[in-house]
């Protein structure tokens, strides 16, 4: 069975950084694309960046380009995504994502199979 979790999140002042993390399982590590989701508060989840498992694709939404970082360590089953120049719209429950999904398709979320439970960030102006 595929796990993933998250860790990382915090309340920061605008124009701070974080840098979340999702420890994968063998199996969620092996799937072709990662991905970072959020949920702000009464919204629909959004993508904010994937990685493919080689590590030589990676995508991002444009709020968050040249802000936000998706890596990932091998040795450590795990993918980061380090936000800097936070933002209060950036506040939101993040969440970590697994699956064999192509990588034209990284922000629908209902193509990924498995699901960390989470980390909540929350950035004040």
């Known amino acids: 069975e595929a796990e993933l979790e998250e860790s990382g999140g915090d309340s920061v002042q605008a124009g701070g950084s974080l840098r979340l993390s999702c420890a994968a399982s063998?199996?969620?590590?092996?799937?072709?694309?990662m991905a970072w989701f959020r949920q702000p508060p009464g919204k629909d989840r959004e993508g904010v960046a994937a990685l493919t498992r080689s590590g030589g694709l990676s995508y991002y939404a444009d709020p968050v380009k040249g802000r936000f970082t998706i890596t990932r360590d091998a040795a450590k089953n795990t993918i980061y995504l380090q936000m800097n120049s936070l933002q209060p719209e950036d506040t939101a429950m993040y969440f970590c994502a697994a699956g064999n999904v192509p990588g034209i398709a990284w922000r629908q979320a209902v193509k990924f199979n498995y699901w960390g439970q989470g980390t909540q960030v929350t950035v004040s102006s």
């Open positions: 063998e199996s969620a590590f092996n799937f072709n694309l």
